[in-house]
């Protein structure tokens, strides 16, 4: 894959920064110019729910490192979500609709960032971290088999 821009952060795993990145990877976004404010929208509530999810669940103490990671290639935007944290020893389980290992949480966070991304990996390894993948295109013009690189 041939990139035509990106963009690469490091910020704590903390609650002000949900905002910050989802605002971010907005801005960057908008060089796609056949995105429309709906899938804008649609990348901003991805991009808060992957990087909620490290600020509630990767870490012990609150400030470990999130990666952003944004990458544009043609009308075609990827987006990564990393931690370096406890990982998830069962994603299968993770991404069940309503699965929470927090009962104060409702455990939705994987099921909305599939419903709203063309593409959706998550790879984790217990102990060393979480990495989500996304891809995301204009009315999901991308085609199916092109693969996921961010």
Known sequence: MVTENYMTIEFPAIPENVEFARTVVACFASQISSFTLEEIDDIKLVVSEAVSNTVLHSYDTPGG???????RN???LYVTVEDFGKGITEIEKAKEPAF?????RMGMGFTIMEALSD???VTSVPGK??????????HGTAKASEELQC
């Open 65 to 71: 490192i999130i990666r952003l990671t944004a990458a």
């Open 74 to 76: 043609g009308d075609t």
């Open 100 to 104: 929470t290992t927090d009962p104060d």
């Open 119 to 121: 593409e959706l990996h």
């Open 129 to 138: 971290g979480v990495k989500v993948e996304i891809r995301k295109s204009p």
